[in-house]
């Protein structure tokens, strides 16, 4: 099962090799959870056994650009998007002092948030999961510590 975001550049099917219902995908944009996302984790791990849960986080992701320009310019957020940005901010506020690309560092540290929150549930402890990280321009995904 793939917990992915939404960007047209990183189908999971596409990025790896696979054809239609071969994966269990679901995709928000910059992987942020909601309980819908994860219902529908849990029915994928619980109902149908899926083994492996891996959560894709990519380079140069706009749901992560998005959070870090409301957070440089302190605009308010419209409507909904305000669910995408409060979830990715605590990984923006961790790594804002880091040198180098503050977007790929947050990218990194909310991808490898999420894998840490779908590991502590209990609902999903029959699952492996792990965190990812897919370059857009080489095609290459490599796993996140």
């Known amino acids: 099962m793939i917990v992915g975001c939404i960007d047209s550049r990183v189908p999971p099917e596409l990025v790896f090799d696979q054809g239609l219902g071969d994966l269990l995908c679901t995709r928000t944009a910059g992987q942020v959870l909601d309980e819908a996302v994860l219902g529908s984790v849990q029915y994928g791990v619980e109902e149908l056994g899926v083994p492996l849960?891996?959560?894709?986080?990519?380079?140069?992701?706009?749901?992560?650009?998005?959070?870090l320009e409301h957070l440089r310019t302190g605009a308010p957020v419209p409507g909904h998007l305000e669910l995408l940005v409060d979830e990715i901010a605590p990984a923006a506020h961790r790594t804002r002092a880091l040198p180098g690309d503050w977007a790929e560092h947050t990218m990194r540290a909310h991808t490898t948030w999420v894998r840490d929150?779908?590991?502590?549930?209990?609902?999903?402890?029959?699952?492996?999961?792990?965190?990812?990280?897919?370059?857009?321009?080489?095609?290459?995904?490599s796993l996140l510590p």
């Open 53 to 67: 849960v891996l959560v894709l986080g990519h380079e140069r992701c706009g749901a992560v650009a998005a959070t």
């Open 117 to 141: 929150a779908i590991r502590a549930d209990p609902a999903f402890g029959t699952a492996h999961v792990e965190a990812a990280r897919f370059d857009p321009g080489t095609g290459l995904v």
